[in-house]
């Protein structure tokens, strides 16, 4: 049985040591400055800019993170648009506040791509990069998928392969959804400030 090609991008699930997510988040915001857009399960990274809110919260402004980059969290969501109250996603050169998954203890779901070849069991432990690609503004989830060509003991990639997801409807090969913690994360280890 060949696995569906549904990429999401990273979905929290679960910590290291086995606790569920329970949707904790932190807000950030998304300058109107900024011309890509953004989606749940897109990887993102602080700027070094800050921006205070319309109810008086300073928060960090974020991008979404390209690999190499030092990543802060994971969108989970977003606040409403007083503009588009059905928009599940940020728009592109759209100001939004960004709720983010920022454990860096959190393991994420997330599809593997179909370029390399297939990831095996024996990857299991590995370093491996994401591949980015545009989300859906009908779904407003991300495309990010991990590159299963990128596989490797460098540790200067972005995620680590923790588990395969193992239930029925996920097999080994092309399209497999695996659970990887973040790698490069900016609140996990000695990464310099932004």
């Known amino acids: 049985m060949a696995n569906t090609d549904t990429p999401n991008g990273l979905r929290p699930v679960k910590t290291v040591s086995g606790k569920p997510y329970t949707g904790a988040k932190r807000s950030f915001n998304a300058l109107a400055t900024y011309g890509t857009a953004l989606f749940i399960g897109d990887p993102v990274e602080i700027v070094g800019t800050s921006t205070t809110l319309a109810d008086g919260r300073i928060v960090s402004d974020i991008e979404a993170a390209e690999t190499a980059d030092v990543i802060d969290g994971v969108i989970v969501g977003f606040a409403p648009s007083p503009t588009d109250l059905s928009s599940t996603y940020r728009a592109a050169s759209t100001a939004r506040e960004v709720y983010v998954c920022t454990d860096p203890d959190m ?80 609140y996990a280890n000695q990464v310099a400030g932004v």
């Open 107 to 186: 393991l994420y779901e997330v599809q593997e791509g179909s370029t390399g070849t297939a990831l095996t069991a024996a990857d299991l432990g590995l370093n491996i990069d994401f591949v980015v690609a545009a989300g859906s503004a009908t779904t407003g989830l991300s495309g990010v998928m991990i590159n299963n060509a990128s596989e490797a003991t460098t540790n200067t990639l972005d995620l680590k392969l923790v588990e395969f997801v193992n239930r029925p409807d996920n097999v080994i090969g092309y399209s497999a959804k695996w659970l990887v913690k973040i790698n490069r994360h900016r």
